[in-house]
T-cell receptor, first 113, second 111 residues
Framework: EPEVTQTPSHQVTQMGQEVILRCVPI?????FYWYRQILGQKVEFLVS????????KSEIFDDQFSVERPDGSNFTLKIRSTKLEDSAMYFC???????????FGSGTQLSVL | GESVGLHLPTLSVQEGDNSIINCAYS??????FIWYKQESGKGPQFIID?????DKRQGQRVTVLLNKTVKHLSLQIAATQPGDSAVYFC??????????FGAGTQVVVTP
């Protein structure tokens, strides 16, 4: 079964550093999302991306965050200057149409020291 | 504000028994709901979904019930197995297909 893949599985960085989290959505999918989950808490929406532009973003997704689909397969989340509170599991997700269920990757655990 | 939430943070169930996980939602305009299972260190995995024009949907060992009158959603797992131990999230679909997740219920299956 096709799956969403994310790299790296773990990322440790120093506060203030830039990180890029990478995702390869399922190939025929058109809608892309980033979510995050702080340890022990619920999964929170960050941003949705469709037709090469952000369609919606949450309050969490401030100017430090950006997303990009640089080619036909990758979908990246960049955090420009990481803060301690950015430590979380970040999930990429995709779907074929707006109506279909969302498929999640296995996540990148980001630790900001 | 509008939200999706779960009643019980932890559910302990004996192997072989049925499990029922409950979820309340507040947006009466929601037309699509979905249950995900999350095992430790993994991403959410789709279990079952339901549209608002239905009140029940069955899958393999799972059933989702939707009561729009009281804005309540439940997931029933038949003959719970050790592999069912996980956190279960309900979610509702919002704009642009995004999902708004509830807080999660930890299901612990005991032998």
């Amino acid at each position: 079964e096709p799956e969403v893949t994310q790299t790296p599985s773990h990322q440790v960085t120093q506060m203030g550093q830039e990180v890029i989290l990478r995702c390869v959505p399922i190939s025929n999918h058109l809608y892309f999302y980033w979510y995050r989950q702080i340890l022990g808490q619920k999964v929170e929406f960050l941003v949705s991306f469709y037709n090469n532009e952000i369609s919606e973003k949450s309050e969490i997704f401030d100017d430090q965050f950006s997303v990009e689909r640089p080619d036909g397969s990758n979908f990246t989340l960049k955090i420009r200057s990481t803060k301690l509170e950015d430590s979380a599991m970040y999930f990429c997700a995709s779907k074929e149409t707006e109506e279909e269920k969302l498929f999640f990757g296995s996540g990148t655990q980001l630790s900001v020291l | 504000g509008e939200s999706v939430g779960l009643h019980l943070p932890t559910l302990s169930v004996q192997e072989g028994d049925n499990s029922i996980i409950n979820c309340a939602y507040s947006n009466s305009a929601s037309d699509y709901f979905i249950w995900y299972k999350q095992e430790s260190g993994k991403g959410p995995q789709f279990i079952i979904d339901i549209r608002s024009n239905m009140d029940k949907r069955q899958g393999q060992r799972v059933t989702v019930l939707l009561n729009k009158t009281v804005k309540h959603l439940s997931l029933q797992i038949a003959a719970t197995q050790p592999g069912d131990s996980a956190v279960y999230f309900c979610a509702e679909k919002g704009s642009w297909g995004k999902l708004q997740f509830g807080a999660g219920t930890q299901v612990v299956v005991t032998p």
